[in-house]
């Protein structure tokens, strides 16, 4: 049997209801990949983040070497996915300490069913797609969240 891989932004949501998404889906832990988890959403940075989720029985990884660099973060707002993706590729997951934290996160999702989380609703727009194509070559299957 795979391994199954969730993914979410928080684009539009709010912490009930990104919270609600995790539990209906199963997931045991929230692993953020944002580079810096700091958001003007209330309930979006780190520490509030980490505390919601935890009540609600939910584990809480920030994972900050898989974020995505300032230039990347800049393509995907620009809706440039291509440069986004290769700034990341380049920049993150062909490095030596990209791969290690790949791999880190690769551990953590066989252990417990796994959400990636960013900011971008539209995966295809979010460097946690890249993530799970990855992963897709480890035995994962990939489902989109929404909230």
Known sequence: MGKTLFTIGYEGLDPERLTAALRDAGVGLLADVRAVANSRKRGFSKFALKAGVEEKGIGYAHLRPLGT???????????DAG?????????VLDTADGGLALDALAEMAAGAPTCLLCFERDPERCHRRVLAERLAARGFTTVDLFG
């Open 83 to 91: 440069l986004m993706r290769r700034i990341y590729c380049e920049a």
């Open 69 to 79: 660099p300032k230039a990347g973060r800049e393509a995907a707002r620009a809706h």
